[in-house]
């Protein structure tokens, strides 16, 4: 606790000073993260394989790339997103003017999840440098190997005074929780969203939650060459990314019940050609992250009124912590693997009557998300876009959402609140701060006591 508070009181020292303000610094400290990623690619790409078993191609993809390419976004547009904005003022105020004045919140904290263990810890550090805060990273503990890295290489880059990686569990976590933030920017689970927030509102603190929860795929399309593509794009975004393991990755799909078959044997195809078929051999794909989390997909899967509705997959590897790219067909409603994120290789079909019913599918669970959709159809699209609610919905692909950096990106209801990436994260680290100059010309003694009935209907 005494070495906590030390560290704090250096980075309120160094907000205070005023050194995390100016565009130089922000600039410098964008520049080293860069650098970080870069020359330390194979100790990033060791560091995920040891944790997830990452294949160096997914790592570069999704972590790597990712945060590459915010730090640069936000290097190009920093100056632009500091700049005072101008605005109007109403006629009765004449003479003044109003601005808008972004200004830094001061020292924030930022808890990680495992399953990017680089890219969605640095990736909001990119944002809250990016605004002028000081920072203190908390990695995830479940992937240990890219925590310590973090912790090891951070303040050989980046400034020691202004930005500090403290690794640990809940239990650090909780000593995190009690001091008095000025903002808290959390990855996971709404379990523990529920815990920051009671800890957030003790002193007043705003929160980001970026949580989860269980996006569905629409497919309507069902011509030839769309469809060949859609299955494509749906196996490579449910089992490519952490095999599944993945906040906006694909949890069901909702197809017509006279489509199923079709889709099953093609997904087949796919998941053979990109990852192999025996769970011993597979290839190209994630493993479990720890003993529990594959526990608790296999109970997802071994579940008895479960079972009966797998039609491919279902073997586990206990060794090596590997489950099988699994397909079920029409899982019981009120079964755990369909009131639960999955958040593993497990992909659901649901089918129905219709494929307008997946509508009000979706609007009977919590909102997801992200939601996405295989269609042509413009006015089936308008209806999914007006009558449901989630984070994001996305066309005719998989998780290409999570790189627009003019996008925002995070979820609504259950699946979170507040959003970040490019501008969005700027803002998300950020307080606007609304100045308005007024001249000493022009006196309406109007406003001024003692009132009268002239006054009133001015
Ligand atoms: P988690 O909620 O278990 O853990 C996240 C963080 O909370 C970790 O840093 C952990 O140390 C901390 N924590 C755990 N228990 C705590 C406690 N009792 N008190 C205080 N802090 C505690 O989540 P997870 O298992 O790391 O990640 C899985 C969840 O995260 C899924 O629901 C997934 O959808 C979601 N997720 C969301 C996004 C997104 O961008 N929206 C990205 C990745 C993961």
């Avoid at 972004?102 to 640095?122: D, H, K, Q, R």
């Avoid at 195809?269 to 720890?290: D, T, W």
């Avoid at 939601?371 to 994001?392: D, H, L, N, P, V």
């Amino acid at each position: 606790m005494e070495e906590l508070h030390a560290n704090l009181a250096e980075l309120n020292r160094a907000f205070c000073c005023g050194k995390t303000r100016g565009v130089e610094w922000r600039k410098s400290q964008l520049r080293a993260i860069i650098r970080l990623i870069t020359e330390n690619e194979a100790q990033i790409f060791e560091a995920l394989h040891q944790d997830l078993g990452k294949h160096p191609v997914e790592a570069y993809r999704d972590e790597i790339g990712i945060v590459k390419k915010s730090a640069d976004h936000s290097l190009l547009h920093i100056e632009k997103w500091m700049a005072m904005k101008k605005d109007w003022l109403p006629l009765l105020l004449f003479p003044a003017t109003g601005q808008v004045l972004p200004e830094p919140l001061g020292t924030v904290l930022i808890m990680g999840s495992w399953n990017f263990p680089i890219s969605l810890a640095l990736d909001p550090v990119i944002g809250a440098i990016s605004a002028g805060n000081t920072v203190v990273l908390k990695p995830s503990e479940l992937a240990p190997a890219c925590s310590s890295f973090l912790h090891r290489i951070v303040p050989l880059y980046l400034d020691k005074e202004a930005i500090k990686v403290i690794p640990g569990g809940s239990e650090v976590a909780e000593k995190l929780l009690q001091h008095r933030w000025d903002k808290i920017f959390f990855t996971g689970s709404p379990r523990v969203a529920r815990i920051i927030m009671s800890a957030a509102a003790k002193h007043l603190t705003p929160v980001t939650l970026e949580l989860g929860g269980k996006c569905p795929v629409i497919l309507h399309s069902f011509s030839g060459s769309d469809l060949q593509v859609a299955v494509k794009r749906i196996v490579g975004g449910k089992w490519g990314p952490c095999a599944g393991q993945a906040c906006i990755g694909v949890d069901y799909v909702l197809v017509q019940q006279k489509d199923a078959p079709v889709l099953v044997e093609l997904l087949k195809n796919y998941i053979k050609k990109f990852y192999g078929e025996k769970v011993e051999k597979l290839q190209n794909i994630c493993r479990i992250v720890n003993q529990n989390h594959f526990d608790r997909v296999r109970n997802l899967l071994q579940d008895p009124s479960v079972s009966a509705s797998i039609v491919y997959g279902g073997s586990v590897d206990c060794k090596n912590l590997m489950i099988e790219p699994t397909i079920l067909v029409d899982p019981p409603l009120d079964s755990d693997i369909m009131t639960e994120e999955i958040f593993g290789p497990l992909l659901p079909i649901i089918t129905l009557d219709k494929i307008e019913e997946s509508i009000d599918f979706i609007n009977e669970r919590p909102k997801p998300l992200a939601i996405y959709a295989f269609t042509r159809c413009k006015r089936f699209k308008e209806r999914i876009m007006q009558e449901t609610s989630s984070g994001s919905v996305t066309f005719n692909d998989i998780m290409i959402q999570f790189l627009c950096d003019s996008l925002p990106f995070g979820g609504v209801g259950e699946s979170g609140f507040g959003r970040y990436h490019g501008k969005y994260s700027f803002d998300t680290f950020s307080h606007e701060k609304a100045i308005l100059q007024r001249s000493y010309f022009l006196e309406l003694e109007p406003r001024y006591p003692p009132w009268n009935d002239f006054k009133l209907t001015f």
